[in-house]
C-alpha cells in the first residue's frame, strides 16, 4: 500500500501551503523496474471537526471531506501553517479540539510542519528537547512560548528523523521533497521537482532568510556560473573559474554568489557533488572509486569523508540501504 500522509487543515490555514504535500507526495511515482508509475503515496486531507468547509487566510473556505479520524491511518502527518492557532500560539496549548485529533494519531508517526504548523507540533510535545525550526519572523516568540525547544531560526529545515520543521511557505516545499528523497531515492523526488519546476534539492542548512534574495536590477547575477559548474562537476572547478563565467573578480563574485544562493560558492559546489554522488550510488553499479571521480569528488576518500559529513553513512552503505530499500518498496 503507498504510504499515507494525511495533513490537517486548521482553521486560518494559508492555501498555497495546504496545497504543498498533495503537489509534492501525491504526484511522486515509481521509477524502478516493477514499480514504474505507481503511486508511492497517498494524500488525504482532514480537519478536527466532521466533514466540512475550514476557513483561510483567503477570501475563500475549503470543503474538507475527512474528519480527525483520518489521522488515526496516517504514516505521516502534515501540519501546514494557520493564522488562527489562538491559544497555541498566544500560550502554547493546545485547545480541547486540536488536542483530541492529535491523541488519534498513531505512535511512531512521522510528524512534519510547515512554517508556523511547528506551533502545533511544540504545544503537544513533539519538540520537546529537539531541535526544530519555523518562520524567521516568528522564531523569537516561538523560542520564548517553548523554551523546552531547541530552536534554529537560520535554516529551511530540520530533519530529527521522525519530527520533522521547515520554514515558511517555499521551505515547504524543500522539506517534502528532502522526504521523497530520503524515503525514495534522489530520482524520484528529481522527477517531481522538474514536474513542478521547482530546484530539485535546496539543503536543510541553507538560510531561509536571506536580505537581498534577487539582483538590483543593475547587477549582473551567478545563474550562468551555476549551470557552467554544474555541466562539468566531475572536473576540477576554481572560483576563479566561477567568477570568470560572470566577468567578475572573485570578491565580487562571492558576494554576489552568497546573496543570491545564501550559502557561498565552495558550499554549494560540494552540495551538488554530493548530491550527484547519491544519483550515481541509487542508479548505477559504477564501482565507488569511479562515482567519487564522476561526482567530482576526485578519490573514494575524499567522496566518503563528504558523504559521511552530509549523510552520516559512507557511500556503500548509502548504496545498500537505498537498493534494499527499493527492492523493498516493489
Same mark, same amino acid.
Given at each position: 500500500?503507498?504510504?499515507?500522509?494525511?495533513?490537517?487543515?486548521?482553521?486560518?490555514?494559508?492555501?498555497?501551503?495546504?496545497?504543498?504535500?498533495?503537489?509534492?507526495?501525491?504526484?511522486?511515482?515509481?521509477?524502478?523496474?516493477?514499480?514504474?508509475?505507481?503511486?508511492?503515496?497517498?494524500?488525504?486531507?482532514?480537519?478536527?471537526?466532521?466533514?466540512?468547509?475550514?476557513?483561510?487566510?483567503?477570501?475563500?473556505?475549503?470543503?474538507?471531506?475527512?474528519?480527525?479520524?483520518?489521522?488515526?491511518?496516517?504514516?505521516?502527518?502534515?501540519?501546514?501553517?494557520?493564522?488562527?492557532?489562538?491559544?497555541?500560539?498566544?500560550?502554547?496549548?493546545?485547545?480541547?479540539?486540536?488536542?483530541?485529533?492529535?491523541?488519534?494519531?498513531?505512535?511512531?508517526?512521522?510528524?512534519?510542519?510547515?512554517?508556523?504548523?511547528?506551533?502545533?507540533?511544540?504545544?503537544?510535545?513533539?519538540?520537546?528537547?529537539?531541535?526544530?525550526?519555523?518562520?524567521?519572523?516568528?522564531?523569537?516568540?516561538?523560542?520564548?512560548?517553548?523554551?523546552?525547544?531547541?530552536?534554529?531560526?537560520?535554516?529551511?529545515?530540520?530533519?530529527?528523523?521522525?519530527?520533522?520543521?521547515?520554514?515558511?511557505?517555499?521551505?515547504?516545499?524543500?522539506?517534502?521533497?528532502?522526504?521523497?528523497?530520503?524515503?525514495?531515492?534522489?530520482?524520484?523526488?528529481?522527477?517531481?521537482?522538474?514536474?513542478?519546476?521547482?530546484?530539485?534539492?535546496?539543503?536543510?542548512?541553507?538560510?531561509?532568510? =536571506?536580505?537581498?534574495?534577487?539582483?538590483?536590477?543593475? $547587477?549582473? /547575477?551567478? &545563474?550562468?556560473? %551555476?549551470?557552467?559548474?554544474? @555541466?562539468? #562537476?566531475?572536473?576540477?572547478?576554481?572560483?576563479?573559474?566561477?567568477?570568470?563565467?560572470?566577468?567578475?573578480?572573485?570578491?565580487?563574485?562571492?558576494?554576489?554568489?552568497?546573496?543570491?544562493?545564501?550559502?557561498?560558492?565552495?558550499?554549494?559546489?560540494?552540495?551538488?557533488?554530493?548530491?550527484?554522488?547519491?544519483?550515481?550510488?541509487?542508479?548505477?553499479?559504477?564501482? =565507488?572509486?569511479?562515482?567519487?571521480?564522476?561526482?567530482? $569528488?576526485? /578519490?573514494? &576518500?575524499?567522496? %566518503?569523508?563528504?558523504?559521511? @559529513?552530509? #549523510?552520516?553513512?559512507?557511500?556503500?552503505?548509502?548504496?545498500?540501504?537505498?537498493?534494499?530499500?527499493?527492492?523493498?518498496?516493489?
Amino acid at each position: 500500500m503507498p504510504h499515507r500522509v494525511v495533513v490537517l487543515a486548521l482553521d486560518g490555514l494559508l492555501p498555497f501551503e495546504l496545497g504543498i504535500p498533495q503537489r509534492i507526495f501525491g504526484r511522486s511515482l515509481g521509477t524502478e523496474p516493477g514499480n514504474a508509475g505507481r503511486k508511492l503515496y497517498d494524500v488525504v486531507t482532514c480537519s478536527v471537526r466532521p466533514p466540512g468547509p475550514v476557513r483561510t487566510d483567503a477570501d475563500f473556505a475549503v470543503l474538507v471531506v475527512h474528519g480527525p479520524e483520518a489521522l488515526a491511518t496516517a504514516d505521516t502527518v502534515v501540519v501546514p501553517a494557520s493564522y488562527e492557532l489562538g491559544p497555541v500560539f498566544e500560550e502554547g496549548r493546545l485547545t480541547e479540539e486540536l488536542a483530541a485529533a492529535l491523541a488519534l494519531v498513531r505512535p511512531g508517526t512521522r510528524m512534519v510542519s510547515i512554517c508556523t504548523g511547528s506551533y502545533v507540533l511544540a504545544a503537544a510535545g513533539y519538540l520537546d528537547g529537539r531541535p526544530a525550526t519555523t518562520h524567521w519572523s516568528s522564531a523569537d516568540h516561538f523560542q520564548r512560548t517553548f523554551p523546552q525547544v531547541r530552536v534554529d531560526p537560520d535554516v529551511l529545515f530540520i530533519d530529527d528523523g521522525d519530527v520533522l520543521t521547515s520554514a515558511g511557505v517555499a521551505a515547504g516545499i524543500d522539506l517534502c521533497l528532502h522526504l521523497v528523497r530520503r524515503d525514495h531515492g534522489a530520482a524520484v523526488a528529481n522527477e517531481i521537482a522538474r514536474r513542478t519546476v521547482v530546484p530539485p534539492h535546496r539543503d536543510g542548512g541553507q538560510a531561509q532568510y =536571506i536580505h537581498r534574495p534577487l539582483p538590483e536590477p543593475q $547587477f549582473a /547575477t551567478t &545563474t550562468a556560473a %551555476r549551470a557552467w559548474a554544474l @555541466a562539468r #562537476l566531475e572536473r576540477p572547478i576554481l572560483l576563479r573559474d566561477m567568477a570568470e563565467q560572470e566577468a567578475m573578480s572573485v570578491r565580487t563574485f562571492t558576494r554576489r554568489f552568497r546573496e543570491e544562493v545564501g550559502i557561498s560558492p565552495g558550499q554549494w559546489l560540494t552540495q551538488q557533488r554530493v548530491e550527484r554522488a547519491r544519483q550515481l550510488l541509487e542508479s548505477t553499479d559504477l564501482s =565507488i572509486d569511479q562515482v567519487a571521480r564522476d561526482a567530482g $569528488f576526485g /578519490t573514494a &576518500t575524499s567522496l %566518503r569523508q563528504h558523504l559521511q @559529513a552530509a #549523510l552520516g553513512v559512507p557511500p556503500t552503505v548509502y548504496r545498500r540501504t537505498f537498493r534494499s530499500s527499493a527492492d523493498a518498496s516493489r
